[in-house]
């Protein structure tokens, strides 16, 4: 028992006095904000990536992510406490590592844990009694007390006692100018309390508050509740727009008069789907969990199969239009606005605009797009370069498709320049009408900026 408050107590006065050594295990959107935070509060830091030329980049003084600026990535290597590195036994020098690794779905929406299990094979690898392993990937309910916890223990590690095993789920919002990983409160729950204790003492030396909850499983699940909360509410204004299409009502109208109500109300807005490495996935990993436990979580389905038809509603919206117009889809010039997931971000994973572009493309269109954010990406292998907005390429298109709101874009110039807009955001309502016969999400056809 001594040696266990000894462990403990050693481990905590090295993350007080800085001289603990901070692992982070992948240094994508999620690693690279955190190790600069570690850094920013006195740590050295070692940021280990399977990515050697991300490593090159950034130990060139380069980022790689929005969010962190290359001057913040430079000014940290200047330091001479920010390492990233390729070498796994590098691993060997932390107290504490932090594992910020992907966890995407397989083609049958299962939980694809390849990545999280690599990385703890590397830190068991590399473990030392002493050591705090935080797993930050979102995931199911058990993964750390199942998959990490073992692995240090064939090491023959005892939790709780020689390493301290946390799960922390990582909250960024890429893009956020309020909530950073700074002031984004974290949660922590520790397999024991002494592993609460180091975790939380660990995020607390450079995040302004931390939450700690009684379990891995629950700080766990509080990250899949937040993301199945905004993807069933984002599935249920979906739906509204479908039925104010269906009345004739403006469905944009009706979710602004109900968020003047001061309590009991939150907003949402529909859109041409959802996207991203969270919202569409994480849901999946908690409905996966439950059907091993024979049980269907229904909203889970119903929001991701209400959410994942609205390309193909939009799709329709822009045939419909062009029907109008007494044009097919065969043949259409479609110039799609925005690519990136949301808005004023760079970020194609999951985007709604891939499966737009792909089914206006099935149905025999001619599709280009623009995106600010985004000059070309990568899909099954062929790289897709953007155009510029000129007034041709407007003047060009048999109609434009806006499916992500960047605020920089000229949507009044779109608006004039264009003979038809589907606006699937509403970005073009309140503009002046322009020459663009103007279609929304939910609604009719309409020579107006207004979109109902
Ligand atoms: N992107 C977001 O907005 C966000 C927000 C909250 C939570 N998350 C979660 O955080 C996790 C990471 O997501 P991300 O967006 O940062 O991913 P990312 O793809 O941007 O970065 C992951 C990095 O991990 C590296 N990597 C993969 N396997 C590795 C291994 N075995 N060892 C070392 N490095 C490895 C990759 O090369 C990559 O650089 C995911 O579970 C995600 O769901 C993401």
Known sequence: MADVVSMKTHLLSQIHDRSAVIGVIGLGYVGLPLAMEFVHAGFRVIGYDVNERVVGQLMAGQSHIQDVPTAQVQAAVATGRFTATAVEARLKECDAISIAVPTPLSKTRDPDMAYVLSAADAIARQAHPGLCVVLESTTYPGTTRELLQPRLEAMGLTVGQDVFVAFSPERVDPGNPVYSTKNTPK????????????????YLSCIDSVVPVSSPEAAELVKLLENTFRAVNIGLVNELAIVCDKLGVNVWEVINAAATKPFGFMKFTPGPGIGGHCIPLDPHYLAWKMRTLNYKTRFIDLASEINSAMPEWVVQKVADALNEERKAVRGSRVLVLGVAYKRDIDDVRESPALDVIRLLEERGAHVEFHDPFVQEFREEGHVRKGVELSGEMLAWSDAV??????????????????????????????????RAQVVGLASGSRKVGAVS
């Open 187 to 202: 949660v922590v729950g520790g397999i024991t309390p002494a592993c609460v204790e180091i975790a939380s003492a660990l």
């Open 401 to 434: 498709v806006i499916v992500t709101d960047h605020l920089g874009v000229d949507y009044q110039r779109v608006v004039d320049l264009a003979t038809l807009v589907v606006d699937t955001r509403n970005v073009t309502a309140g503009l002046t009408p322009g």
